[in-house]
Structure formats: structure tokens, C-alpha cells
């Protein structure tokens, strides 16, 4: 596995020398100045990829070029969008990167309740609990028929939990659900977020899906062309909140997504935090099932709760067997004699960085850093021990 570390450019205060500090050869980054859906020029992709390389490392994955909603609802200008996407991928191709992860969830980019949740330990780390997404979607944001997407039960707590907390406490909760990572969206208020989720009111899981296919049918063969891989982020969390349709969460959802056009270039981000809060994943198995498709890694630990709740534990614990994984992907790169960038997911908040709040939660320096020799040791362990 090459280990990489995701930057978000000049502003991030985890910087390049950061990184190679760290030990790993590459960055995940993206042109996070560029509004979502335009154009990524060829000077502008040059400027990025000279100050890694500047800096001794190598752009292994671009995360992401952000898909544009006109393209995902299928409306508007979606056809200008799609051929603007299409030179995008030409233009980095031409600059010699050749990895592109994108995600097609509706609105947000991945979606948490909690941004710097305290755990026993004082550490930080991002959490999202169901009762309180209901009680965001309820309460705060109002959300019509609401109720058919919870249980009495979630729903009673909500109303409860709601009545005690404070008007800070309630800020921060939107506050975590509505601000963005850079590349994704821009802060949303509760209005213009009511707006975006309006427009998916008559958009099913099959419509989505279809038109997800539509996009890949136009831009793999030019991926494809250029030699790059494309490899699609699943859900996250992998089921459907805020009456958006989730439609990459499942083993079943993979295999429609590789069904959808038959090439080298489709593929998959295999997140094993996204996949692995849904209990019915078995990641092993779904690594070695989608061995020719997986392009990317992004490894990281949940902890699973009876409620459908989850956080982020460290890299060695939580509800998925970190060893099994890694052996898994070890034996698929053996076989396909390839070495898979792979980046250390969503750190806790600790040490020193608990100081300084102000990198995004969950990319913080240090519980990455953990995450990183953690991850180097187990893979270390399991070539040393010849079960691969």
C-alpha cells in the first residue's frame, strides 16, 4: 500500500512538510478554490502539483473533482457540466495524474452530528448519532414527512433531547451538519439547504442510480482513454438521511456500479468506515469480490451503536477487523501486482492539536499520524508473517 495524507491546499494547517514528515510518499488533494462544477485549468492543476513535488512527494489521488448537482439530478445545463467534467479529466491527464476519487451522494459530502465528540480518553472525534440527525431534520430544519424515516422511538428521544439542550448546543449541531469540507460545498444555511433537498423530492434510489450510469457512460470512456482511474467514494453514512436517496452503501450497490459500463477506469474507493458502519458489509469478503475494481483505500475505524448511531474510533479498534482488511487487500495488490495508494481516514483530535482546533475535524495531524503507524505496523506485521 502506498500511504498518502489528504491536504486541502495552501490554507491547511497541516502542511506538505507535514506530511512527508510523517513517512508517506503521497498527497490526496484537489483544487479546493475551484467552484464545483467549472472548469480545473491545466495552470492551475500545474501550480498544486509542483508544490507537492516541490516538497518531495507525489499527487497519488485527486479527491475530488466534485460532481455538480445539475449532473446528478439530471436537469438543466447537466449536459455542459458533463463535457466540462470530461476536459477536467483530460487536463489532469495531461499533467500526469491518473487517479480521481468522486463521490455522487445528493447535497453533502459525508455528514456528522458531532465534529469533536469527547471520548474517554479526552481525545476528539467525529461522531453521528441518529437521534440527533432526527432531531436536526425535526426540530431545527423542519423537514416535511420526516416521521416516516424514523421509529417512535428514535423520534420520542429526539423530542426529548431537543427540549434539553441549549441554544448553543443546537447551534452546534447545525453547525456540524451544514458547514463543508473545501471542494464539497459552500456553508449552507437552513433555507438554501432546504432549497438544494427540494429538488430530489421525486427522485427514487432507481432514478439516481440511472442517473449515475448516464455520467459514467459519458466520462469513463474518456477516463479511460486518458488512462485514468476513476473510483467512486461510497455513502456516508451508508443510508439515506434528510429524505436523500443513498444509492453506494452495499455490496449489491458495488456490483451495480461495476455493471454499469464494463472498463478498468470504473471503479472504487473501498472506504472501509463508510462500508463498515453498515452492519450487513463484510469487508473481507467485499475486497476480494471487487479486487480488479478497487483503486483506492481509505482506511479508518467505526465503532457501530444498537441504534444505527456510530464514531470514529482508532484505526486498530472499532467494529471491523483492521487485520483481516489489510490481509485482504495484501493478498488482491499481490495478485494484481500493484501497490494501492492508501490514506489513514479521519483521526481523533489529540495531543498538541487539541490546542489548535483549527484544521478540519477529523484531518487533524497527530491522530492521523497514529492512524498512519498503526496501519504501517499491521501491514508490516502480516509480510513478516507470510500469510499473504
Known sequence: MQETFRWFGESDTVKLSDIKQAGATGVVTALHHIPNGELWEVHEIKKVKKAIE??????????????HENIKLRIKDYKERIEIYKQSLRNVAQCGIKNVCYNFMPVLDWTRTHLFWELEDKSTALRFDKVEMALFECFIMKRDDVESSYTPNILEQAKTRFNEMTSQEKQRLEDS???????????????????????YKNVSHADLKANLAYFLNEVIPVAEENGIKMAIHPDDPPIDILGLPR????????????????????????????????????????????????????????????????????????????????????????????????????????????????????????GRLRGLAELRGLKLGILKSDVV
Open 247 to 366: 444509492i453506494i452503501k452495499s455490496e449489491s450497490d458495488l456490483d451495480d456500479l461495476v455493471n454499469f459500463i464494463d472498463s478498468p477506469s470504473n471503479g472504487i474507493t473501498f472506504c472501509t468506515g463508510s462500508l463498515g458502519a453498515h452492519p450487513e458489509n463484510d469487508l473481507p469478503k467485499m475486497i476480494e469480490k471487487f479486487k480488479d475494481r478497487i483503486h483506492f483505500l481509505h482506511l479508518r475505524n467505526v465503532k457501530r451503536e444498537a441504534n444505527g448511531s456510530f464514531y470514529e474510533d482508532n484505526h486498530l479498534d472499532g467494529s471491523s477487523d483492521m487485520y483481516e482488511i489489510v490481509k485482504a487487500v495484501l493478498k488482491i495488490e499481490k495478485a494484481r501486482g500493484v501497490s494501492l495508494p492508501m490514506r489513514p481516514d479521519h483521526g481523533h483530535q489529540m495531543l498538541h492539536d487539541l490546542e489548535n482546533r483549527k484544521a478540519y475535524a477529523g484531518y487533524s495531524a497527530i
Open 177 to 199: 451538519i451544514l458547514k463543508g469540507l473545501p471542494g464539497t460545498v459552500e456553508d449552507l444555511t437552513i433555507p438554501v439547504f432546504k432549497a438544494m433537498i427540494a429538488q
Open 54 to 67: 516541490d516538497a518531495g512527494l507525489e499527487w497519488s489521488f485527486i479527491e475530488s473533482i466534485p460532481i
